[in-house]
């Protein structure tokens, strides 16, 4: 069982920054964000496999970044140009179990979320 705990989520206006970062229990394999916004399902952000290679959600359009230090169980996501339409809990998950990656239910393991905000 591995245990994730998210951390960096709060409050910005359009345009600003924030960086979400987790830390797992244990040693994970393939690692991902997603996000929730009220009234809409949980959507796949990114995700990274052990080897560093990533793939992002075609809506980014190269604002966020995902990196991990697989050292430290540590997985991040620098969010730059931030928009109101971002603004959703964001949740952490471990271990690729499923067919598509951006499904919720490909994934074992997920945090409890961090909220991100975004004011216009």
């Known amino acids: 069982q591995v245990q994730l705990v998210e951390s960096g989520g709060g409050s910005v206006q359009a345009g600003g920054s924030l960086r979400l970062s987790c830390i797992a229990s244990?040693?994970?394999?393939?690692m991902g964000w997603f996000r929730q916004a009220p009234g809409k399902e949980r959507e796949g952000v990114a995700f990274?496999?052990?080897?560093?290679?990533?793939t992002y959600a075609n809506f980014l359009k190269g604002r966020f970044t995902i990196s991990r230090d697989n050292g430290k169980n540590t997985l991040d996501l620098q969010m730059n140009s931030l928009k109101p339409d971002d603004t959703a809990m964001y949740y952490c998950?471990?271990?690729?179990?499923?067919?598509?990656?951006?499904?919720?239910?490909?994934?074992?393991?997920w945090g409890q979320g961090t909220q991100v905000t975004v004011s216009s």
């Open positions: 990274i496999e052990s080897d560093g290679s990533v």
């Open positions: 244990g040693v994970t394999y393939t």
């Open positions: 998950a471990a271990d690729f179990i499923g067919r598509r990656w951006f499904e919720q239910t490909s994934w074992r393991y």
